[in-house]
Every structure is written in C-alpha cells, then in structure tokens.
C-alpha cells in the first residue's frame, strides 16, 4: 500500500490534520490503533474552548488559541456541534489575588483577546449570583464545545476530502525510504503490514514521543519527551449544578513568576467549575504527575473532598454530599518543562535527517481549541514538501 500522507492517530488534531490535508489527489490514510476516533484525551477533557489569556504573546499556544476559538465558534454557527457562548469568570476572592487577574487581563489584551473586563464585587451578581469573588476577570470568548460532536464533524469532513480511516491499527516502526518512509503497522486483529508514505504526521497524543523515536529520531535530544500527567474530575450534584451559568476559574498559581508577564507557568489552572453543553458541571481537573506509562482512568481518592475544599472558597453554596468523583484525562507534557511554560512542538524533521516526517509532540491544553490552526500549520507544511 502506497500513501502520500499517513497520519498517526485519529484523536481531534489527527482528525483535523486530515481534514486540512486531504484532496483528490491526495491519498491520505489515517492509522489508528484503537477502534474508533476520539477514545483517548480528545474526549477525556474540559471541553472548554479556551479565549487564549493564559500563554504568553508569541507563543503558539497564545496564536493558535485565539485562532482556533474563533474556528470552532464559526463552525459551531453553522450548526455543526453544540457549542455553549457562555464566556466564563476568572475569580478573586482575596484582594490578594486581583494582581492575578490584572496580569491576565494584559496577557489576554496583548494575545488579542476580546472584550475583557475587570469587574468588582458589586458587579459579580449580574454574571454569577450565587459565586463569592471580590474582583473576576469576564472572559466573554470562551465557550464550551461537545467534543464528540466535533470530533464526529472531523470525521465526516476528512471521509467527504477523501481520508482513508483505518481503526485497530497501530504504527510500530519507521523506516526512513527514498522519497518518503516504510511504516510496519501492527492489527488488533491480528496480524501486521506494511506500507509506504511520501509525508508521515505524528499525531500520536499521549505517545507521541515513542512515534518520533520510530524513524530513528534522538528525542531526548530534541527536547521531545513526554511525561503523562493525569488530570481528575468531580461531579457537582445535588441540583447546585443549576445555580452556575458558565465555567468560573480561580486566580492561577503562579511559581514564581511575576502575574502579568505572561509566563504562564503555573501547575493547571486551579481546580475550576466547567458546564458541560448538556448542564453538568465538574470540578477540576487537578495536576497528578505519573510515574509510569499506564493509560488508567480511575478517580484518585480523596479527589472529591480536596476539590470542595478548593472550590468552595468560590462556590460558598456547596455541600461536600454534592461533589461526587467523576472521571479523568492524561495530558502529554514536555518533560523538560516540568511546571514551567511549554509550547507546542510542530516540527518537520528535514533538520535532523528526516524530511517529510512531521512531528506533534506537547499537545496538551489548549490543544482542542488549537486543533483546526494546529492542522493548518501543517497543512502548510505538507504543502511545501509536495
Ligand atoms: C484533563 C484534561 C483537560 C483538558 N481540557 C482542555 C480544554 O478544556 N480545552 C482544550 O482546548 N484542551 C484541553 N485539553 C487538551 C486536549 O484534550 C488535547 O490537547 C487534545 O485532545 C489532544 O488531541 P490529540 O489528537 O493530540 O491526542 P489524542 O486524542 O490522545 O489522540 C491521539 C491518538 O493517537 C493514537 N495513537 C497513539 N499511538 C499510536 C500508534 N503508534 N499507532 C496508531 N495510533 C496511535 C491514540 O490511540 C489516540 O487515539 C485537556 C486535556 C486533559 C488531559
């Protein structure tokens, strides 16, 4: 089997890069090892179309937020998949904290960021009656997206542009060819193949490191190793789900790095209330840094007791009977950056002997915002390697 792209991974920036690079004449097959699109961090998130405030100005990650939360609105316009305009509040509840909010406010401005708004005590009522804050930072561009419903759209987007889907299919090694690579792929089934592409992208996630390692790539080296950091949720039940309209975030901790100077370098973003576009609302997620490579998706305990300690310093309204464990997601995080600012990579590897090879490594939040931009790099990338 002859390809002239093959995409690793059928997670939402695999499935968009096939959207961004498919076209009749193109043959553009993606491989993926499970048995559907989507089953791994592209549906184990927030589902929060980020507005772009929390990176600093330059970065991809601030550039391709504040382009891919204009895509998704756009596209959730036409009807494609729910999408919830909600925008969301960033709290203080300490004047401590308003320094905070005052640092991502000129982060935001700087990114592009629109129609943000410092608001006080007396004006928190209009947005969020039942929340305690004495300052909060309205962030009216976020939204909240149904990530399988988008995921759904990318799929039949990339079958109409002429994507092959190829589902229980797993990518176990690389062989740099004349003109392109020869991939050995492994079937759930059983049994295994090979096959030739002219231009591989590596839009593995969670594994996306082990994909680069497969031609033969030092990643190490190239700073590319990931560590998987777990992030868990809770549920709020109870009916208190009703009493937030929109997802409300604490002030960030920073590490020592002055708010404001738009080094994003905190450990997550706090645990924050999310609404789901069908009215559930969770905490979290947390930071829980893993020491091995085991994709497991159990709560840890005492998740839903230290989250109501965390969120009711803004939530005052909850019970610790309404917060109930609910789910998790595994980031992929650059394991050079531990808990400072890290960027995307979006890297095709002619500098370091392997033209056509493109890599996706680090793409952890905001990287369901930024997948449509994300494709269009590489899309513009593909286009100049024809
Ligand atoms: C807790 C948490 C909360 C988040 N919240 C948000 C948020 O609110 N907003 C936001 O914008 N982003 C958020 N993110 C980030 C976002 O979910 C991810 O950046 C995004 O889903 C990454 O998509 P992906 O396609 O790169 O990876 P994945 O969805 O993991 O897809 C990668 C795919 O590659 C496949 N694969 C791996 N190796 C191979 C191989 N060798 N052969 C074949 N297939 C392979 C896997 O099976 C998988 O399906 C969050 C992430 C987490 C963990």
Redesign the pocket.
């Known amino acids: 089997m002859d390809a002239d792209v093959v995409i690793?991974?059928?997670?939402?920036?695999?499935l968009a890069v096939a959207v961004a690079v498919a076209r009749a004449d193109r043959t553009v097959f993606v491989?993926?090892?499970?048995t559907t699109f989507?089953?791994?961090?592209?549906s184990?998130?927030?589902?929060?179309?980020?507005s772009g405030i929390y990176y600093p100005p330059g970065s991809l990650k601030a550039r391709l937020c504040v382009e891919g939360n204009r895509r998704l609105r756009a596209l959730a316009e036409e009807g494609r998949f729910a999408f919830l305009a909600c925008g969301k509040l960033v709290v203080a509840v300490e004047p401590a904290e308003i320094p905070t909010l005052e640092g991502l406010l000129a982060v935001g401005r700087a990114n592009g960021v629109e129609g943000l708004e410092l608001i006080g005590a007396a004006d928190v009522p209009r947005f969020e009656p039942h929340v305690r804050a004495v300052a909060a930072l309205v962030v009216p561009s976020t939204g909240v997206v149904d990530s399988h419903g988008l995921l759904r759209d990318l799929v039949g987007r990339a079958r109409d542009g002429g994507a092959l889907m190829v589902y229980g299919?797993?990518?176990d090694a690389a062989e740099p060819m004349a003109g392109g690579y020869r991939l050995h792929v492994g079937y759930l089934a059983g049994g295994g193949d090979t096959l030739t592409a002219r231009l591989v992208v590596n839009?593995?996630?969670?594994?996306a490191d082990l994909?680069a390692a497969l031609p033969g790539l030092d990643v190490d080296a190239a700073g590319y190793r990931q560590e998987w950091v777990k992030?868990n949720y809770a549920e709020v039940g109870n009916g208190k789900q009703r009493l937030i309209s929109r997802p409300i975030y604490p002030a960030p901790v920073y590490h020592g790095v002055r708010a404001g100077a738009g080094q994003a370098a905190f450990s997550g973003l706090g645990v924050h209330a999310t609404r789901g576009v069908d009215g559930r609302v969770r905490l979290g997620?947390d930071v829980e840094y893993l020491s091995g490579r085991s994709e497991q998706y159990g709560v840890r305990r005492g998740t839903a007791e230290s989250f109501y300690e965390s969120a009711r310093r803004f939530l005052p309204f909850l019970e610790p009977d309404d917060v109930t464990p609910e789910s998790a997601?595994?980031?992929p995080r650059l394991a050079a950056a531990r808990e400072a600012f890290a960027d995307f990579v979006i890297a095709e590897e002619s500098a370091r002997g392997l033209p056509g090879w493109i890599n996706?490594v680090g793409?952890?939040?905001?990287?369901?915002?930024?997948a449509l931009p994300i494709a269009d790099e590489v899309a513009r990338l593909v286009g100049e390697l024809d």
């Open positions: 690793v991974g059928a997670g939402v920036v695999g491989l993926e090892r499970a989507g089953t791994g961090t592209s184990r998130n927030s589902e929060v179309v980020h299919c797993r990518v839009a593995a996630g969670l594994d994909v992030g997620p997601g595994i980031r996706l793409i952890e939040s905001p990287g369901l915002t930024c």
